[in-house]
Structures are given as structure tokens and as C-alpha cells.
């Protein structure tokens, strides 16, 4: 009897997006488009750090715009495989293998700590998707989150098109894609341990590009260590392996136990405009091991007051922009540092040099540091600081200036390639953000 209602639930939620819904809809940052491959030819490898870096600069402008069972608390640990999206699903997000419903269906989700909600592709509706959906119907744990619930009041633009008895829907967008959900609860493993009545969106109406599943690891009621917060304490970290990679290497380690104990560690800070973000308090930076002197105001703290500004630490872009008087600052010296014959801008990257032009002497790539409050200075080795073509023999500084004007100018990103190779903590718990050089690239 309950498969038959959620058959008659799915089916009836598949209606056509309607205007209102449309007005309503959450812009929530993550690009869609394809990581540069450094291996293409130079136009291939041009046309792809263009369309990245327009993708890393609507994420910010909309990460900005739309941030609004266990024993003992804390006492389970998870060691989660994850991977650069770019080899299996064409994104620029490091992906886990999931399990969920009863008996477990397999799927591939994006990690995003810069999101709360929880999504995956589900069968019966247009919801074309790249991997497999999910079968509500397959799984004797699935419920649907009724209106009126808590958990409906916690998604953005929730609806209830028929009536307050009903299953909660919600809509939003992301990326390329504007989504229609039905709000549903099942198991959702991520490695070891199940969760059980794990609260997530069942994508059913789809426009744009097709959406994978995403877990969200933001600080949100919904997101992944709010959620888990009795099983793993709201502690979590990760460890970025190389995009180039195609392997499982990297890993996302949940909960307190097995994190590392020698790791420094800065203040996590909470901005009320944007609660979902991870802020810390960037104090300068260094290149090849000299202060650059960047202005005090491009690094300074957000605004109490408007939230505008600071800096956060986002695994879903893939270049770290710098407000434009830190990133001027910074390129100035790479420049003054870097021997090489300079070529043509490529995309949103400014500093270009040819690698081969002269095979005697290679091109030498000063070190780049960030430091945070605290004294913790991650300093980052080549691999973090450019991005190179090795057909082309191009290589170019991966960072790149925020917009000159609008309301993310004065907002720093720690963005991916930044952090590859790095464990990065995020000890939600204890109000900490730390860094750790690790290799993880196989």
C-alpha cells in the first residue's frame, strides 16, 4: 500500500514549471561546465580556462547572492573515497560514491561544502541525468517529507501545490540547471555507517543541463554535518587530489577520530548574511617568500553589517579569485619573479608565459602563501599556483581578480586548485578551519 501512494505522489508532482515557481527560484553557485584539460591543444585548452573561469566567477556572484544513528556523539569516523568530477561526470566538483534507500542504490554525488540541500536524480519524471537515478519505489525506507514538517520550512522556496497534507516541493537552480523537487527521507550512507531518514530533494522536473546528485556540506540545518552532527560531531575534512586524476585517491574523512593532530588550525567565522559558508580571516600572502603588500582593506574581515567581503574556503570553485587590489598585488610579484617570455592572456588569466621557449632554462614558479589568523601560512609548491598546457607549453598564474564592482568585489575564494594536496579540516564543532600539506594525487 505505501509503494502505491509514493507511485501516485511521483507521478502527480510531475507538472509543468509554472510562473510563480519560476519567480521563486534559489540561485545556488556550482559550475557545470568542464575543467580546462591541459593536455588539449592550446585553442582547445584557451576556449576551456575561459569558460571555467566564467563559470568560477557566476558561482561566486551567486554563492554571494543566495547564502542565506549513533551511540556517542561524535564518536563514529568514515573515511570516504572522492575524486575529480571532470573524468567521470564532466564537472569541475570532487564526486563520493553514496548508497542510498534499502536495498542501497549506488550513485555518484557531488561534495559541496558551500551547500546545505541534498539532491539526486530520480526516475519517473523528466530528470535526465548522467548516472543513474534513484528509485523512490525500490526502497521499503523512502519517505516523503510532508508539508508543514520542520524539514520543509528548512529548503528554499518550498510549495505546496496540493494542499498542506501533501509532500513538500521545492524548486531552485544550480549552474546550468533549474530544478523541481519533491522533498523525501531515506538511508544515505557516504562509506561505513547508514543515516538513517536522511533529508534530501527527489529531482523530478529538470531544465537545462542534466544535474548529478550533491551532497551538501555547508553549516545549514540540512547539509550533510548538520544532519550527521550526533554520528560524526560536525567535523569533517578532505584531502583534494589533482583534477588531471581520474582515480579515487583523495579522501573525505568524517568525524573527529582519525583526523590529523598535528594540523594548524585557524578561526572558523560565521557570517550572518551567509551562515553557510566556511569564512576565516586571510592576513597577507607571500610569493616566493617575500610579504607582498597588499592593501589591509582587500583582506580584511566581511562586513557585520551588509556581510559584504572576507574570505571563504570553497571546494566548488576551481581557481581562487582575490579582490582586485590583493590579486594586483599579488600578480605584480609573480611577475617580477617569473623569467619567461610572456604570451597572450588565456580566458580570465592575465600572467601567461611560454614554458618552452627557452628548453635551457626552465621556467621557475615562486612558491605562493596564504596566511590566516593565527599564524597558519599554507604555503602552495607549483602544481597549486599554475596551470600548465603541456601541448601548448603554456602556463598561466591559476588565480584570477574578482569583478571590479557588485557585491562579491571585496570576496576572497581559497578555491580548489589552491588546496589540492592539502587536508583541509573543517572542525565545525569547535570553530576551526585547518591545513595540512598531504599527498593525495595517484
Request: proline content about 9%; aromatic content about 8%.
Amino acid at each position: 500500500m505505501s509503494i502505491f501512494i509514493v507511485l501516485v505522489l511521483l507521478s502527480a508532482f510531475c507538472w509543468a514549471p509554472s510562473p510563480a515557481m519560476r519567480s521563486s527560484t534559489l540561485h545556488l553557485a556550482r559550475s557545470h561546465s568542464f575543467s580546462p584539460d591541459a593536455g588539449a591543444p592550446i585553442t582547445t585548452w584557451a576556449a576551456s580556462l575561459a569558460a571555467q573561469s566564467a563559470a568560477d566567477a557566476a558561482r561566486i556572484a551567486t554563492l554571494v547572492a543566495s547564502s542565506g544513528g549513533s551511540t556517542k556523539k561524535g564518536h563514529h569516523r568514515s573515511f570516504v573515497p572522492i575524486a575529480p568530477g571532470r573524468q567521470i561526470l564532466s564537472i569541475p566538483n570532487y564526486v563520493a560514491r553514496a548508497r542510498l534507500g534499502t536495498p542501497p542504490q549506488t550513485l555518484v554525488v557531488a561534495i559541496d561544502p558551500s551547500n546545505d540541500a541534498a539532491w539526486v536524480p530520480c526516475t519517473g519524471c523528466a530528470s535526465a541525468s548522467s548516472s543513474p537515478p534513484f528509485a523512490p519505489t525500490r526502497s521499503s525506507t523512502y519517505r516523503p517529507v510532508r508539508c508543514g514538517s520542520p524539514q520543509c520550512a528548512q529548503v528554499p522556496n518550498p510549495s505546496c501545490p496540493r494542499g498542506a497534507a501533501t509532500s513538500c516541493a521545492f524548486n531552485l537552480t544550480y549552474a546550468s540547471s533549474a530544478f523541481e523537487a519533491l522533498l523525501g527521507q531515506d538511508t544515505l550512507a557516504l562509506e561505513n555507517d547508514a543515516v538513517a531518514s536522511y533529508t534530501f530533494g527527489c529531482l523530478h522536473v529538470v531544465t537545462g543541463v542534466p544535474p548529478q546528485g550533491l551532497v551538501g556540506f555547508g553549516r545549514g540545518a540540512l547539509s550533510f554535518p548538520s544532519q550527521t552532527k550526533d554520528m560524526y560531531g560536525s567535523v569533517f575534512s578532505y584531502c583534494l587530489p589533482s583534477y588531471r586524476s581520474s582515480n579515487f585517491s583523495g579522501t573525505l574523512r568524517l568525524g573527529p577520530i582519525g583526523q590529523p593532530k598535528r594540523i594548524k588550525t585557524t578561526p572558523l567565522l560565521s557570517n550572518p548574511h551567509r551562515p553557510s559558508l566556511y569564512y576565516v580571516n586571510m592576513t597577507g600572502i607571500r610569493v616566493g617568500g617575500k610579504p607582498v603588500p597588499v592593501p589591509a582593506s582587500a583582506l580584511a574581515s566581511f562586513d557585520p553589517a551588509s556581510g559584504r567581503g572576507g574570505t571563504i574556503v570553497d571546494a566548488g570553485t576551481m581557481f581562487t579569485r582575490l579582490s582586485a587590489p590583493a590579486y594586483a598585488a599579488v600578480r605584480d610579484a609573480f611577475r617580477r619573479r617569473v623569467r619567461a617570455p610572456a604570451v597572450a592572456p588565456l580566458g580570465g588569466f592575465d600572467t601567461c608565459y611560454n614554458a618552452t621557449a627557452v628548453s635551457s632554462v626552465p621556467v621557475t614558479v615562486p612558491s605562493v602563501a596564504f596566511t590566516f589568523e593565527g599564524a597558519v601560512t599554507v604555503t602552495m609548491p607549483e602544481e597549486n599556483v599554475v596551470i600548465r598546457s603541456s601541448s601548448g607549453g603554456v602556463a598561466c598564474l591559476a588565480m584570477a581578480a574578482a569583478p571590479a564592482d557588485g557585491v562579491d568585489a571585496a570576496l576572497n575564494v581559497v578555491a580548489s586548485v589552491q588546496q589540492q594536496n592539502h587536508r583541509v579540516l573543517f572542525d565545525v564543532a569547535n570553530g576551526r578551519v585547518g591545513f595540512a600539506r598531504e599527498l593525495c594525487t595517484a
